[in-house]
C-alpha cells in the first residue's frame, strides 16, 4: 500500500507544481493590473534608480531567491551567474528606461522571448522569476517597497512577460499598445 501511495504522490507532485505556479502567475498578472499607467512607470522608473548601486548584489540575490523557490530552473544557466546578473540587471534597466516607450520596446522583448524559449524556458518558469524579482527588489528597497510600488513592478513585468511570452510561441506579431497591455495581433 505504501509504495502504491509513494507512486501516486510522484506521479501527482508534478501536476500540483505545475497548478501552483500557474496560480502564481495569476497572482502575479491579472487582468486589473494588465495596465500600466504614467504614476506606475514613474514608480518603477524612480525605484529602479534606487537598485542600481547595488545592481551586483540584487543580481546576485534575484538568482538565489529563483533557485531557492524553483530549483528546476537553474539547470538553464550554464555560464558565469555574475555575468548573467550583470546582463539581468543591463536588460531591466533597458526595459525600465523605455517604458514610455513601449511599442519601441516590443522588439526587444519579443528577440528576448525567443531567445528565453530557445534556451529552454517555459511559461510557467515567468512566475517564479516574477516572484524572486518582487522579493528581491522588496528587500533592496526596504521601506521604500510600498504596497503602491510592488503593484506597478507587477505591473510592468506582467506586460513585460506577456510580450516575452506571446513572443515565444511564435507570435512574432505581437505588439505591445502604449497603455501598457500586449496585444498578439494576426
Known sequence: MRAVRDCALRLAFPLMKQAMQMEAISAIHTKEDSNMNPKQIALVQESFAKVLPIADPAAAMFYKRLFETAPELKALFKGDMQQQGKRLMSMIGVAVGKLNDLPGLAPALHDLGRRHAGYGVKPENYAP??????????????????????????????????????????SSQTTIRSSGTALASK
Open 129 to 170: 522569476v516574477g516572484g524572486a524579482l518582487l522579493w528581491t527588489l522588496e528587500q533592496g528597497l526596504g521601506a521604500a517597497f510600498t504596497d503602491e510600488v510592488k503593484q506597478a513592478w507587477t505591473a510592468v513585468y506582467g506586460v513585460l512577460a506577456d510580450s516575452m511570452m506571446n513572443a515565444a510561441v511564435g
